[in-house]
C-alpha cells in the first residue's frame, strides 16, 4: 500500500496485542513501532474536514516522497514546530532566508525542493480555499463527499493509485501544486479517510465501515 504514506506496495494481517493484552487484528504495515501502531489505530483513514490537518498531511506526504512514512512520522513535531504549526497562511509568507535556515533544520528532510514545494503548495492551498470556501469542500467533491468504502482481503486488492487519485493529482498540478503525484495522492487520500483501506479483517475497517455508502474504485 502506499500511504503518503509510504506503507510499500503491499499488506498482511498479523494479530498483535494492545497493551491491554487483548488481541486484535491490524493492517500489517502496523508493524511494532508504537508511533506507527497508534497511526494506524486513530488516524489512518478517520475522515478528515479540517483544513489545517488537510494541509498538514499535504505537507508531509510531498516530504516522504521516496522515503518511508515512519521517517516522516518521526520527524512529524520538528515539522510541526518548522512550519508554523501547520498554518498554511503563515507557510505561504515563508521568505527565501526562511528557506536557507529550513535547510540547517536536522529534523526535518533538508531537500530544497521539498522545502520550496511547501511553500508553493501553502500559496495555491489558499488560492483553492478562497475559491471553493475551504479545501475540505475542494478535496471532498472528488469522492462526492463520501468516503469509499474498499473491501480489501488480499494483497492483490491494493492499489498504489486510481481514476480517481488520477484526477485529483492532474486537477493540483493544474492549480500550481507539486509533489502531488496521483500515488502521493492516492496515499493522501487513504490517510484522511477519502477512502478505508483497511484489510476488512483489520479492527479498524469495521469502525470506518459506517462513515459512507460501499463503493467500488
Known sequence: ??????????RDMAAKKTPRSKPVTRCFWSGEDPLYIEYHDTEWGVPVHDDQVLFEFILLEGAQAGLSWITILRKREAYRRAFADFDAERVARF??????????????VRNRLKIESAVKNARAFLRVQDE?????????????GVPIQNQIRERGDIQARTAISDALSKDLKKRGFNFVGSTIMYAHMQ?????????????????LAGKGAKRKR
Open 191 to 207: 490517510a484522511v479517510g477519502m477512502v478505508n483501506d483497511h484489510f476488512v479483517d483489520c479492527f479498524r475497517h469495521s469502525a
Open 1 to 10: 500500500m502506499t500511504a503518503g504514506s509510504g506503507f510499500g506496495q503491499t
Open 132 to 144: 471553493f470556501g475551504s479545501f475540505a469542500k475542494y478535496q471532498w467533491r472528488f469522492v462526492d
Open 95 to 108: 521568505t527565501p532566508k526562511k528557506l536557507d535556515a529550513l535547510m540547517q533544520n536536522a529534523g526535518i
